[in-house]
């Protein structure tokens, strides 16, 4: 696939290429190898490493992509710091099936898989070879430097979970495939022998092996064009210095193309798409201006994004140099980009300081959504900020309704007692967010921006806890203040289940007028007049469909329809929350759109709940039951597991 070029060559084609994106893979400028955390809160039950014994520090990746197959293998050569006793390093793995694992030399190590554990796949223990790796010169006294480094040949199974292979159909031009992953959470170990746990950082670089006349993009930087290697294959090399949580590590090929929005920022698309997307990301030179300007210098170099096919099972991923977006966030009106704050926003909080367990979802989520809303304040002006916390705040109020206050899923760090996966959404971001809002308003804006920036800048490229992240809150701006200490309530937030009573509330006067709309439906039945509707922001749509009463007759909803021209809105949200309105009152003419809608659209956000509300009345059972049994396969594995799940669908049957 790859041949071998020497360290010693590399400057020789940094200089060649004279190109300001090329980042060199000369080892020299690879980040330090990072802490990893030893306190109990730290520990991840979900990973089989033992990183205290034996760590990667680094992977190197030779893979093949074989849409054929559905398969990647190749090669993985990792950077190993043991311990002085340890004889064996433990990596994850989830399907993969290991042909051989070898030394530098070449020369065979034993290793083992063991035992499958459901959910979390099994251990891939090897042998540290005998020969450890020479201890540079110029390293420095206590530096650290790996000790060993082993190579495992292997081949991903077809049902591995991180990746999806879209058949042409899938996608916008219908005449290429298209593959695509998704590490986060535990999915990575399904195509990436290592240690698979955020704690433990790693930097990393690959040689990707893709059909003509498909472009791969991955979250490193592509080191200069790639190059072919037969008449139907090209070879695209990337490289990643900074230390990462290896969830973050993404690939994804298919028939696209490159825009540039700005100096730092591009977007990659299939070309039936790019126009669109491009014109929707149109702010995001500025966003990252604004992040910068909020909480510290942007660290990544480059920020690029890939909107994908619809089947993407998220809204997005903080794929570091690579966000994958979603195609459904294309309103036309920039009205959902949102989600770009969002993303970009993890380049801070999420990528540079990692929550060390996936219990603390909150530290990425929560501090991400609190950082997103501030970026679209600073973007799109306060007025459209404080809709949009006003929307996480009745998220966060109502999902606590619904779990009961006192439920272990509505705390934000997630208790020993349930799974971390268990906690519920709005726990992890509207909860964080509030939270957040709520200390930000007590502290004052000004001292708590200064503290936030220097968390990321104290922890840049490190494992962080939400016992950290108090600890350093009570030292820097508490200070020993019992009052402000009792104010804050800062153990009842990130320990408490349900929602404390300082909690920042939204301005009353954001939804003003839709709420004056609410109640004039509710209690005579006044439908907003057109121009009204049209007029309002999206959030404030939103809003009206959100507070609607839970039961409408078919009058109602066909009047609602025609009024407010809700099934041909361009925006996904709102059409989102019309169909699932609809459904949820067996409302037979809303069918075929949301047949065409749940064939199309595969983001789990959307797919899940509209199944619900099928599921839930013996009208829609049976419906449910015939659009699933023909748009299953389209799904992503994560998607189709929560439909399996609410439908009971038994897929052997
Ligand atoms: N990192 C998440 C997606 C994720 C979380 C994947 C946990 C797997 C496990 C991403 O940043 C995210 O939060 N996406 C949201 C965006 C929204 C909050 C703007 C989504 O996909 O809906
Ligand atoms: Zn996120």
Same mark, same amino acid.
């Given at each position: ?306 909107? $994908? ?6 809204? !997005?991923?903080? #794929? =570091? %140099?690579?966000?994958?977006?979603? *195609?459904?966030? +294309? ?64 998220? $966060? ?6 779990? !009961?206050?006192? #439920? =272990? %899923?509505?705390?934000?760090?997630? *208790?020993?007692? +349930? ?64 009052? $402000? ?169």
């Amino acid at each position: 696939m790859r041949a071998y070029v020497s360290f010693l060559v590399l400057p020789f084609l940094f200089l060649l290429a004279g190109c300001g994106d090329l980042v060199s893979q000369d080892p020299d400028q690879r980040g330090e190898i990072a802490p990893i955390l030893t306190s109990e809160e730290a520990f991840d039950d979900q990973t089989f490493a033992k990183p205290q014994e034996a760590r990667v520090t680094h992977v190197d990746l030779d893979l093949a992509m074989d849409f054929d197959a559905k398969t990647i293998s190749g090669t993985a050569t990792l950077d190993i710091l043991a311990a002085d006793e340890a004889s064996e390093v433990i990596l994850d793995s989830n399907g993969l099936r290991v042909s051989a694992v070898t030394d530098q030399t070449g020369d065979a190590l034993e290793f083992a898989l063991g035992e499958t554990v459901e959910g979390k796949g099994e251990p891939l223990t090897i042998e540290l070879p005998a020969q450890e790796l020479e201890r540079s010169a110029d390293l420095a006294e206590g530096e650290l430097a790996p000790t060993h480094r082993i190579m495992v040949e292997y081949v991903s199974a077809p049902q591995a979970e991180a990746l999806q292979w879209l058949s042409p159909e899938q996608t916008a031009g219908s005449e290429h495939p298209f593959l695509f992953s998704q590490g986060q959470a535990i999915n990575n170990r399904t195509w990436i022998p290592t240690q698979d746990s955020p704690g433990i950082r790693q930097t990393w670089e690959a040689t990707i092996s893709a059909p003509e006349p498909l472009n791969v993009v991955m979250s490193g930087v592509l080191q200069g064009d790639p190059e072919a290697e037969d008449e139907n294959r090209r070879d695209f090399r990337f490289v990643m210095n900074n230390a990462v949580p290896p969830y973050l590590i993404a690939i994804a090929a298919g028939n696209i193309e490159f825009r540039e929005l700005g100096p730092r920022s591009g977007v990659w698309a299939e070309p039936e798409v790019i126009e669109a997307a491009a014109q929707e990301v149109g702010d995001t030179e500025e966003m990252i201006d604004a992040g910068i300007a909020l909480f510290g210098d942007y660290r990544w170099g480059r920020y690029d994004m890939i909107v $994908l096919p619809p089947a993407f099972p998220y809204g !997005g991923m903080e #794929n =570091p %140099v690579m966000t994958f977006l979603t *195609p459904t966030f +294309i309103a036309g009106d920039r009205s959902n980009n949102g989600l770009v704050a969002h993303e970009l926003a993890h380049s801070w909080s999420g990528n540079l300081t990692t929550y060390s367990s996936w219990r603390d979802g909150w530290l990425n989520e929560g501090v991400t959504s609190y950082f997103e809303n501030r970026i679209v304040e600073a973007v799109y002006g306060k007025a459209r900020a404080e809709q949009e916390y006003a929307l996480s705040y009745a998220g $966060l109020v109502g999902g606590i309704e619904d779990a !009961g206050a006192d #439920n =272990p %899923v509505t705390a934000m760090r997630s *208790p020993n007692s +349930i799974s971390p996966f268990d906690t519920r959404g709005f726990a992890i971001y509207d909860k964080g967010t509030v939270f957040l809002r709520t200390v930000e308003n007590i502290i004052g804006r000004e001292k708590f921006d200064a503290w936030l920036t220097e968390w990321f800048d104290a922890h840049a490229f490190e494992p962080v806890t939400s016992e950290m992240f108090l600890a350093d809150l009570r030292e820097k701006l508490i200070a020993g203040d019992a009052e $402000l200490e009792n104010q804050l309530m800062l153990d009842e937030w990130v320990y408490g289940t349900g929602l404390p009573e300082n909690a920042w509330k939204p301005d009353a006067q954001a939804f003003a007028e839709v709420d004056g709309a609410v109640s004039a439906y509710a209690n005579e039945s006044t439908i907003p007049d057109t121009d009204a509707w049209r007029n309002w922001t999206a959030a404030e749509q939103r809003r009206f469909l959100e507070e609607l009463p839970q039961e409408l007759s078919a009058e109602q909803l066909a009047s609602l329809d025609a009024t407010l021209g809700l099934s041909q809105t361009n925006n996904n949200e709102v059409l989102f929350l019309w169909l699932e309105a609809a459904l949820r009152n067996e409302y037979g003419p809303a069918v075929p759109q949301a047949e065409r809608f749940l064939a199309r659209v595969g983001r789990n956000k959307f797919v899940s709940p509209l199944f619900t509300a099928l599921n839930e009345t013996n009208w829609g059972k049976p419906i449910a039951q015939r659009i699933y049994a023909e748009t299953r396969s389209s799904y992503h594995a994560y998607t189709r597991g929560n439909v399996d799940e609410t439908l009971q669908y038994d897929a052997a049957a």
